[in-house]
């Protein structure tokens, strides 16, 4: 099926809901981005998606990535496209707004979703250099940006980030990688093994630029220990050429579930001991603590607002195919006539389920690049201090919420094409299976849960947690009773008493210490944050669709639009939204059975 | 990873829940097995599932079935591992409970249960093979039943199932198959093409036995002019011998996301106009008017709960690798030292979580065969016919609650994981990908949504719908209060309102013929009736583990099996159960937001 892409949507986001000017008029981007440009960037950026991307997508999943005698070989037009993008301005170059071309988050992530859809395995690809170009361009010094960036961000070169190890997972501080000391006070020696680093290996480009956590001898234990270091695959001098090859070797590729296009490596670094890396930021401290993690996590923040992105993208292309499966499949009569599945009432409700999931995550999602956007850009300090907090609240929703949402989806698609949706056929298997990963990496689902309930909630005296609610409370108040709309508002005014509710809860828990509660309610905590965040962007969304349409006669080619709008806010409101009084009923009765449950009886053996 | 079972669960239900001795006291069965062959049955079972069936799982989806000059091959080993099953009394001649040997189903269905979480996709072989044999026992003459049981219960002949064409899916009323008469009036020349024809060829036995839906010339339109015709790769001479090869041609297999150890075929009949078929049951009525589709529903009806239940044993299995996982994975630490994942919440509470579902969902599925047995072998015809009412009722839930709650299971036990759970190193990603087709075959979960919404509701004038009500209601009535488990009564008695409050919305919706919201609401209204079910026979089954250990002391080897069992139904009552509330909730609210989105834009175009 050819590839097809809510585009519409997008421009809405950025043309007629997001306050898209307070991000073009900072000065970083004033000169070089007006809203006139949105719908050519996207316009152009779908054709690329549709013509270059997607159709490596399939050739990805049934030709996956190979390592043989130490080489990792990438699927067949995978080295030409994702040089493509990168050459032409699709890619790092403009995903790291620090740049000079660099785009406005919200811009750039607008194209980086429907590549993302198009090719999920490819997107991996430039995410990641892009991450591994941002964490140079905020932390490295001048020579290393002159040394590393120019051909990471031309397509000549890739990047990768490593911090998981055989017995350091979701425990990255348990990391046994160390670093020692040479000569040079910027180089180290590296030593150790790195696993599940996506996109390791693959010679899609010339070199490969991996970003490595080590432990230096006078690091400390934990995170807090752990340096980063730039590791180039083939050592580079300092005028940027190439020198000889560095002592990292790639032992084994995953062969995995979905995402096949990408290698995902196994990689040593040091075997010969002669594997060098150029420390980023400075050497421990008198503790012994580094920022390695921090600046690791400063470019993952971005990055798990984009696994859930990449997800939403991905369930959202699923529903394209769903939907329009749904209009060319003829099965069933209604009144003695045979009719297209799309007037079959459950197939109905599942796009429309799909619908307001994906467009509603979507409003989340580019509520925190907005956020983000501002908060690097603007020039009012506490502007831009309140939406890095605003934006580091909404992460782990958007990643833990977007994440396993789409998985739901996608089997919802496959759903609405049935048997044929289960056959390689139709991309609706790929996609379900290539979108499952996202609920795991960039830290699984309870790993943000308990980021929300034990991080996000409480940082700043958990002052910038109330102000979020607090926003959403006066959007309640100043829009509740809004004609049309009445129950809707009344359903999320409900939800926030909810939220309120458990974040008291939560207050209470964290005074008492009550460590099993609160580990034990974090992700449905995370979900009550969720659905009443998007709830209430989609409520936002159906009122700017009000104001419009009160300007356009109902035969104007672009009404429904706005009406279908609407109906996701009514539909996600009134199916969806209840889910948080049930939640919260479960919460507040805090049941203990798990607790009460003999361990060996969860143990089937 | 080795495979493992919850075989305890499964003694518990025959031995210490269930009262199998109804069954076992029928004449059918009384001389022939009783409560004492169980453990030896599950023992020696379990044993064949784990050293002969498990290995073979991965092989297949390692080595797809392949077609290649016309030929289907399936993965090395299938054949042997079919014809063992089949030779040693683990497969059909003891699923077909009608023959001299065959077992009651609440017994073989507990060894099938382990078969089709040790290899689903010979789960399959089997289960279609019997089914196919089940309806020659109860539907063909002496003869068609000497030509073709011998054989098809040996190991020597395989059975399927053909309903499926490419223009009639889940309307199989469309069937474009067709069927002539010859000289001889129980043979037929048969002429169509037939697809997701599971096992439909694969070379593991000599010969395959097709059951084909067709229409004969007099048959009228839609599903009631099909006839049911048995079509033989070989034709089958009168003494059971092999004749020449019948005009069927196997023109194609799927390529699918899972269970890719059994061969989907497309297959062509009467492509030289030299296919026949003989004829099951009586020629069409003067309406032109076959049982053909009848018949094939009978044998399905079991076949939809065997749906639901392989759909259960995968994620029981699922769930049995990660609870072991979570014990063997070191990650994180608690007070300083570090620990199993076990010990962390929330892998407990999905570990919890999988378990209440898997062993509440068996519980139902189990009600579901031994309503099956009663209704098939009791000398009392009240009483057999009220269990098969029962089981109807129960068909739908089983079905699409189980199936759908099979693929959240698998995704949870894939998140106990983590990553390595998204590798081929470990059975979770194939358990996936093989359980999701179960919530399409057999019937999507939307038509069995309509299955209990228009038919189960309603037939026999409602009356056996209330009689399972009633049966809900009068447990809660005599139970409720019961110490320990206060609040669980008072939770399934609000959900019980809940479902009668639904009931008689739908009596109203049916009254004023609502079709969009008679199947807008369906799988809602599916969902609230099984999970009233599942919370009232794990609740039962907390009554029958209070009653035990009462008589245990606390440090008996098995004290804990018991407090497991109450665990489960306590957090399955305030966990999950509450979602009734929820859905009944909405669809009180009955939001038309679906049917008031404009059809286009729910397309993405």
Redesign the interface.
Known sequence: MEF???VRDLKFILKEWLPTKEVLECDRFKDLYSLEDIDQILTEGYKVCREVISPINVVGDRNPAVFNNGVVTSPPGYKEVFQFIQKNGWGSSSECSKLEGGMPLIIYKSVFEMIAAACPAMGSNIKLTSGAANVIINFGSEDDKKRFLPKMLSGEWQGTMNL?EP?A???VG?ALTKSYPTDDPKVYKIKGTKM?ITAGDGSICENTIHLVLARPPQGCQGSAGLGLYIVPKFWVNEDGSLGKLNDVTTVAV?????LKGSATCMLNYGENDECFGIMLGAPPDEKGRSQGLAMMFRMMNESRIGTGHNANAQA?SA??QA??Y??QR????IKGE?VPI?K??????M??DM?AHTEGIRAMIFKGYFNLDIAENSADKDKAQKSAERAAILTPLIKCYGSETA?LMN?EA??VL??V?????FPL?QS??DS??L???EG???IH??DLVKRKMRMGDGKPFLSWMKDIESFITVNEGTAGLE?EFINLSQAYHCLAEVKNLYDFWHLNKK??L???Y??RTLYICSMVMVASCLLEQSLAAQRTMAELSADHYDF??Y??KI??A??YA??IL??V??LT??IR?T?L?????????????
């Open positions: 097809k892409y809510n998981t017995s997972g979701s425990d348990d599940f995953e062969h995995k579930m979905g959202s529903y394209a939907s329009l749904a209009c003829i099965q069933g009569y045979r799309i079959h009432p459950d197939v109905r409700r796009l429309m619908k998985v089997c496959m759903q049935g048997g949706g289960y056959t390689q056929e298997e379900l299976r499952k990963i609920t795991i990496w699984t689902s309870f849960a308990q129950r460590d099993e609160i580990g034990l974090a992700l429904n639009f009406q279908g109906a996701c009514k539909y009134n199916n209840p889910g009084f049930n009923e479960i009765n049941d059975s798990i607790q009460e449950c003999p361990e060996d009886s969860l143990i089937v053996n």
